[in-house]
């Protein structure tokens, strides 16, 4: 089978080994998926002001992140159960961010446990925590990152309550499952991914395991649990706790107004991490690139900004960190290459993404991604360009 050399590539290698169901867990958006949409229409409001007759024969895209040197400003983010993809599936991937020079975030819905992806990867790492209505069971996460050696903490926070997914809906992919016969049918066609499913560790929430109040290690159950414990009472207040039991870098996921990214850099926090849930929560949201630059505008050097939604192409990552961003989250591209082809198909997705990141600097006429500002593109529209 022929190397993906594109994202896309990824994303239909994929299509083919998974079930539909859990193909548009990973690949779809709430409600009518106009959110999802605009997350990618909104990089092309974004064009580039090449300069020419600059020596770019040396190139170099590294960065840091809240100290932390990555060969590329690029992270991977938060998704839950990665396992349903590949066995053991968040170790698969924090290995190859290690591998590649990216760094991993952990979601609290993982299918391995904190512990255990920390002592496979060889690579930094941040842990994303939801704020949740049981305050021990949320300080007992933290105090296991902590002791597992993450760096940051990636507090998630525009979950009050959790958002319509039509096509799991309709695909009966819910809590608990609905099973028909064409989603059973459709199942046991992907016979490699059915395989590894069935070979693989037992498929749940590791993190909870034999919590009390949990019901063991049943994933329905745990899943049950989890959705209970989204807390649609929390506010501003709630940041003081989290700086309580949390003494690293803190950054905020989900931010996607000015006055909001100020609060929170007032309040001490380190990163914002400018995000519409991949589109996976509200619908009719702009992209996250639409509102980087008054977001940069507002934080002013305060805080680091990452931009999370819509990434598909390496010209993508530029764009973002000419608006204003340091790095940005990658979420469905690793998960593409992940299903396609585990470990090797996560390295497959940073590296085509690092390769493209490379050759637009070549072309811009910008040899170091630290040269990379404003001035490098044009924007369009409420886009307003340096």
Known sequence: MATPINIDDLRARARRRLPRAV?????????????????????????????????????????????????SPLILA??????????????????????????????????????????????????????WRDREV??????????????????????????????D????????????????VDTLRRVSWLRRVLL?????????????????DDLIRLAEFANKQFDPSVTWADLDWFRSIWSG?????????????????????EAIVVSNHGGRQLDGLPAPIEILPEIADAVDGRAEIILDGGVRRGGDVVKAVAMGARACMIGRPFLY??????????????????????????LIGRPRLADVDRSAIRSAGAFAAG
């Open 23 to 71: 193909f548009d867990f990973v690949d779809g958006g709430a409600e009518d998926e106009t959110t999802l949409r605009a997350n990618r229409s909104g990089f092309g409001q974004v064009s580039f002001r090449p300069r020419v007759l600059v020596d770019v024969s040396g190139r170099d895209q590294s960065t840091t992140v809240l100290g932390e040197p990555l060969k």
């Open 78 to 131: 938060p998704t839950g159960m990665a396992g349903l993809l590949w066995p053991s599936g968040e170790i698969a991937a924090a290995r190859a961010a290690g591998r590649t020079g990216a760094l991993f975030t952990l979601s609290t819905m993982s299918a391995c446990t904190i512990e255990e992806v920390a002592a496979a990867a060889s690579g930094p790492l941040w842990f994303q925590l939801y704020v």
């Open 138 to 167: 949320t300080r007992e996460l933290v105090q296991r990152a902590r002791a597992a050696g993450y760096k940051a903490l990636c507090l998630t926070v525009d979950v009050p309550v959790i958002g319509q997914r039509e096509r």
């Open 169 to 184: 809906l309709r695909q009966g992919f819910t809590i608990p499952p609905r099973v028909t016969v064409m989603n059973v």
């Open 200 to 216: 693989g560790p037992r498929l749940t929430f590791k993190n909870f395991v034999n919590h009390p109040g949990t019901g063991g």
């Open 249 to 269: 870098p803190l950054a905020l996921k989900g931010v996607m107004a000015a006055e909001d990214a100020l609060r929170a850099t007032d309040a001490g926090v």
């Open 337 to 362: 290459g992940l299903a396609a082809n585990g470990q090797a198909g996560v390295e497959r997705a940073v590296n085509i993404l690092e390769q493209e990141i490379d050759r637009t600097l070549a």
